[in-house]
């Protein structure tokens, strides 16, 4: 079964460090997002990709967060610096379609923990 | 202001218990209702996707059905394995936007 591949599973950094995510995204889909999870919420939508332009990054902290898909396949998520406040579950979702009307594939996340 | 509200936050059943979980909404231009389920330190699992009230889809011990303001996921019997967070997410075509609740997280007891 198609799955949406994410690394690392895991990631402790230290304040003011740079910390990187990657996302394979289920082979076909052309939507990918990243969202942002606390714990006891619903996921919050950091960006979405359409290939690889991007469709949503309205509530992507800009002056530290960027994320990019180059080839419209993989995506990653960088954090630079990271700050205490950005410790959370980070999710990599894709759909097939370009709409947010269709259902959407989780990966299993990256818990980041900044201390 | 789209909106989505989980109701109960919390529920605990024994086994074989039936029970609903209530996801209402306000949004503009309802293009899809999803359901997800969470486990603890996993991301969302996909269950069930509805688009029209009087819409209704089953899986196992699941059924998820739509009115106009809210949708129910019935648990019929369920067992200690049922246990996890249940989320609904609703996408607002008018502005794009996809809308999640806060998620109902359920314990079923042996």
């Known amino acids: 079964e198609a799955e949406v591949a994410q690394s690392p599973r895991y990631k402790i950094t230290e304040k003011s460090q740079a910390v990187a995510f990657w996302c394979d995204p289920i082979?076909?889909?052309?939507?990918l997002y990243w969202y942002r999870q606390i714990l006891g919420q619903g996921p919050e939508l950091l960006v979405q990709?359409?290939?690889?332009?991007?469709?949503?990054d309205s509530q992507l902290p800009k002056d530290r967060f960027s994320a990019e898909r180059l080839k419209g396949v993989d995506s990653t998520l960088k954090i630079q610096p990271a700050e205490l406040g950005d410790s959370a579950m980070y999710l990599c979702?894709?759909?097939?379609?370009?709409?947010?009307?269709?259902?959407?594939?989780f990966g299993q996340g990256t818990r980041l923990t900044v201390v | 202001e789209d909106q989505v509200t989980q109701s109960p936050e919390a529920l605990r059943l024994q086994e074989g218990e039936s029970s609903s979980l209530n996801c209402s909404y306000t949004?503009?231009?309802?293009?899809?209702l999803f359901w997800y389920r969470q486990d603890p330190g996993k991301g969302p699992e996909f269950l069930f996707t509805?688009?029209?009230?009087?819409e209704e889809k089953e899986k196992e011990r699941l059924k998820a059905t739509l009115t106009k303001k809210e949708s129910f996921l019935h648990i019929t019997a369920p067992k200690p394995e049922d246990s996890a967070t249940y989320l609904c997410?609703?996408?607002?075509?008018?502005?794009?936007?996809?809308?999640w609740g806060l998620g109902t997280s359920l314990a079923v007891n042996p």
């Open positions: 979702a894709s759909s097939l379609a370009p709409q947010g009307d269709t259902e959407a594939f």
């Open positions: 082979s076909g889909h052309a939507t």
């Open positions: 990709f359409q290939d690889e332009s991007v469709v949503d």
């Open positions: 949004v503009s231009g309802l293009r899809g």
């Open positions: 509805l688009y029209s009230a009087g």
């Open positions: 997410a609703v996408y607002a075509g008018n502005n794009r936007k996809l809308i």
